[in-house]
């Protein structure tokens, strides 16, 4: 398998009518999905191969089959999020540069832009008979990332990245055709996206859902598809089990895999999947959309709850102190065949590559035995006075206080000590926490330096179109 | 509000090592172990976070004991 169509086309080939897709509006088998994505083929016939073509992908079947359909017509898939503020759909527009915008009728309508815009439901019925010869080495997709600290970037992740990436998450996570993938994440994300080639990888069915935001919907779905694998990032995962502790007992026992993402999961997150999940694991990755999936970690076992695991099968993973240095503790680089070979016309971001080594900006360090731990982002370090601290080391200690709902720190200029450290924090509903019972919270946990100087309460963070903080707001 | 429990509250917050009876209203940051720059700026956020006030640059830096905190925030209320 050279290109993310030929394994897409063993499943149509192997299970043609099997459902591909299941979704609250319809469903659609192995067969009609490639049927509706020729549509897409056909129209993008008449546009040169590797054209962009931007498309804002929400979770439907019809973006479901114009990516496909775009992926076959040898074009490049430019993804955008539905949710993406007007301002980032403009950046991505000016960079991408498409030949054509594809989407929901709503969103498109409100972009203003020269270029042709074609509605998903007037894409007409059709078959495409002029099949283009798509090299591995093509890009396949382009997603801006990055939103969280600067402007975004565009990463080009070609089809043997994706096949790579694919082939990994089944060998390790022991994906099969005979499961049932329940999918609220955005399309328009690696994590999301990422999870549609896996199931059209074994050939499995995928039940997808719009987004998180009805917690119940999950449960009737998990009830009525007999859902066998579930995909959420760590936050849903948290906010279910504290909100249904029971429900969570009684739907999830039968799952036999729960995969998240990226960050650190609480270690009360873990232990409390481990003790639901009666016939399964919850397992997550550490990864970028320019490295997807570059570890594993199955929480199996107790020891190592906050690690994101070890290398990924052909990955190299090594940690850079600011000498250049290789060490266990500093930032994490990356090389494999899941890594991006550049970005989207831009070399300062190329930069960050260096011979095949993807420099992630990543803190972390690794255990004796090779597991990974994340620290922070390297542009996040605050320095007092010659001391070093991590963001992340006092939001941990502040997300202690069981009234407090999410919490960010940052460094603020200061006279005398050049920066401290301000805390910003979300409190839960009702609570009457004050900032004096933080700053004595704190004092008993962390060392002087790092207790934060100022403290503010938010009703809420600046975030991305995916949900990330955006800490580069709060300065 | 009790103004000179709170404060004994606040130096018990700040130097969690300092037992009850070692408290002192006139003894001097010298001779506190821990009350170094970061301990300072911790009184000052508890003090005017407590008692809702500001301190103003020369009133911080004239605080070398809890007698000195405690005429600063009585000028303030």
């Given at each position: 398998?050279?290109?993310?169509?030929?394994?897409f086309?063993?499943?149509?080939?192997?299970?043609?009518?099997?459902?591909a897709?299941?979704?609250?509006?319809?469903?659609?088998?192995?067969?009609?999905?490639?049927?509706?994505?020729?549509s897409?083929?056909?129209?993008?016939?008449k546009?040169p191969?590797?054209?962009?073509?931007?498309?804002?992908?929400?979770?439907?079947?019809?973006?479901?089959?114009?990516?496909?359909?775009?992926?076959?017509?040898?074009?490049?898939?430019?993804l955008?999020?539905?949710?993406?503020?007007?301002?980032?759909?403009?950046?991505?527009?000016?960079?991408?540069?498409?030949?054509?915008?594809?989407?929901?009728?709503?969103?498109?309508?409100?972009?203003?832009?020269?270029?042709?815009?074609?509605?998903?439901?007037?894409?007409?019925?059709?078959?495409?008979?002029?099949?283009?010869?798509?090299?591995?080495?093509?890009?396949?997709?382009?997603?801006?990332?990055?939103?969280?600290?600067?402007?975004?970037?565009?990463?080009?992740?070609?089809?043997?990245?994706?096949?790579?990436?694919?082939?990994?998450?089944?060998?390790?996570?022991?994906?099969?055709?005979?499961?049932?993938?329940?999918?609220?994440?955005?399309?328009?994300?690696?994590?999301g996206?990422?999870?549609?080639?896996?199931?059209?990888?074994?050939?499995?069915?995928?039940?997808?859902?719009?987004?998180?935001?009805?917690?119940?919907?999950?449960?009737?779905?998990?009830?009525?598809?007999?859902?066998?694998?579930?995909?959420?990032?760590?936050?849903?995962?948290?906010?279910?089990?504290?909100?249904?502790?029971?429900?969570?007992?009684?739907?999830?026992?039968?799952?036999?895999?729960?995969?998240?993402?990226?960050?650190?999961?609480?270690?009360?997150?873990?232990?409390?999947?481990?003790?639901?999940?009666?016939?399964?694991?919850?397992?997550t990755?550490?990864?970028?959309?320019?490295?997807?999936?570059?570890?594993?970690?199955?929480?199996?076992?107790?020891?190592?709850?906050?690690?994101?695991?070890?290398?990924?099968?052909?990955?190299?993973?090594?940690?850079?102190?600011?000498n250049?240095?290789?060490?266990?503790?500093?930032?994490?680089?990356?090389?494999?065949?899941?890594?991006?070979?550049?970005y989207?016309?831009?070399?300062?971001?190329?930069?960050?590559?260096?011979?095949?080594?993807?420099?992630?900006?990543?803190?972390g360090?690794?255990?004796?035995?090779?597991?990974?731990?994340?620290?922070?982002?390297?542009?996040?370090?605050?320095?007092?006075?010659?001391e070093?601290?991590?963001?992340?080391?006092?939001?941990?200690?502040?997300?202690?206080?069981?009234?407090?709902?999410d919490?960010?720190?940052?460094?603020?200029?200061h006279?005398?000590?050049?920066?401290?450290?301000?805390?910003?924090?979300?409190?839960?509903?009702?609570?009457?926490?004050?900032?004096?019972?933080?700053?004595?919270?704190c004092?008993?946990?962390?060392?002087?330096?790092?207790?934060?100087?100022?403290?503010?309460f938010?009703?809420?963070?600046?975030?991305?179109?995916?949900?990330?903080i955006?800490?580069?707001?709060?300065? | 509000?009790?103004?000179?429990?709170?404060?004994?509250?606040?130096?018990?917050?700040?130097?969690?090592t300092?037992?009850?009876?070692?408290?002192?209203?006139?003894?001097?940051?010298?001779?506190?172990?821990?009350?170094?720059?970061?301990?300072?700026?911790?009184?000052?956020?508890?003090?005017?976070?407590?008692?809702?006030?500001s301190?103003?640059v020369?009133?911080?830096?004239?605080?070398?004991?809890?007698?000195?905190?405690?005429?600063?925030?009585?000028?303030?209320?």
């Open positions: 398998m050279n290109i993310i169509l030929d394994f086309d063993n499943s149509v080939h192997k299970f043609p009518n099997k459902t897709i299941v979704t609250k509006e319809r469903t659609c088998t192995y067969r009609e999905l490639a049927k509706l994505s020729d897409t083929t056909s129209l993008l016939s546009y191969q590797k054209s962009v073509i931007s498309i804002i992908m929400e979770n439907s079947i019809d973006s479901v089959g114009v990516y496909l359909g775009t992926l076959r017509s040898g074009c490049t898939a430019h955008i999020s539905k949710n993406a503020s007007e301002n980032s759909m403009h950046e991505q527009l000016t960079s991408a540069d498409p030949a054509l915008i594809i989407g929901p009728k709503l969103i498109i309508d409100k972009i203003e832009t020269s270029v042709t815009k074609t509605d998903f439901s007037n894409i007409p019925n059709a078959t495409c008979e002029n099949k283009r010869k798509i090299e591995s080495s093509d890009i396949a997709y382009l997603i801006y990332t990055s939103g969280t600290t600067s402007k975004p970037k565009g990463s080009t992740v070609s089809h043997s990245n994706v096949v790579f990436t694919t082939r990994n998450i089944v060998d390790v996570l022991g994906y099969t055709e005979t499961d049932n993938d329940l999918l609220p994440l955005p399309l328009s994300h690696s994590f996206l990422g999870c549609i080639h896996t199931s059209f990888y074994v050939g499995s069915t995928l039940i997808l859902h719009q987004n998180t935001m009805n917690p119940l919907e999950i449960f009737e779905s998990i009830k009525e598809h007999r859902v066998t694998t579930f995909a959420a990032v760590p936050s849903t995962l948290t906010k279910l089990l504290n909100e249904y502790p029971d429900k969570m007992k009684q739907y999830f026992a039968n799952i036999r895999l729960v995969i998240t993402n990226s960050t650190t999961i609480p270690q009360e997150t873990v232990t409390s999947f481990q003790q639901i999940l009666k016939k399964g694991k919850l397992a990755y550490y990864g970028l959309t320019e490295a997807s999936r570059s570890t594993f970690m199955i929480f199996d076992s107790e020891g190592k709850e906050t690690s994101v695991g070890l290398p990924a099968p052909n990955v190299q993973i090594k940690l850079v102190d600011e250049g240095r290789e060490t266990n503790d500093g930032e994490i680089w990356i090389k494999g065949p899941n890594v991006i070979k550049h989207w016309h831009n070399e300062t971001f190329d930069s960050s590559i260096i011979d095949g080594w993807l420099r992630t900006g990543d803190l360090y690794l255990d004796g035995e090779g597991y990974l731990y994340l620290k922070g982002r390297v542009d996040d370090t605050i320095n007092i006075a010659g070093k601290v991590n963001p992340l080391e006092v939001e941990r200690v502040v997300k202690l206080l069981s009234d407090v709902e919490a960010v720190v940052i460094g603020t200029k006279e005398t000590f050049g920066y401290v450290v301000k805390l910003f924090v979300k409190k839960i509903t009702n609570s009457s926490i004050t900032k004096s019972d933080i700053v004595t919270h004092i008993k946990h962390l060392e002087r330096y790092k207790v934060p100087v100022y403290i503010e938010i009703d809420d963070f600046p975030r991305t179109e995916y949900g990330k955006k800490r580069f707001m709060l300065q | 509000m009790d103004i000179e429990n709170e404060i004994k509250k606040i130096f018990s917050e700040v130097f969690p300092m037992s009850p009876q070692e408290f002192d209203w006139n003894k001097k940051q010298k001779n506190y172990e821990n009350w170094d720059s970061f301990a300072h700026l911790h009184l000052l956020t508890l003090v005017e976070e407590k008692f809702n006030i301190l103003n020369d009133e911080s830096t004239s605080i070398d004991s809890a007698q000195k905190l405690l005429e600063c925030i009585r000028s303030h209320t």
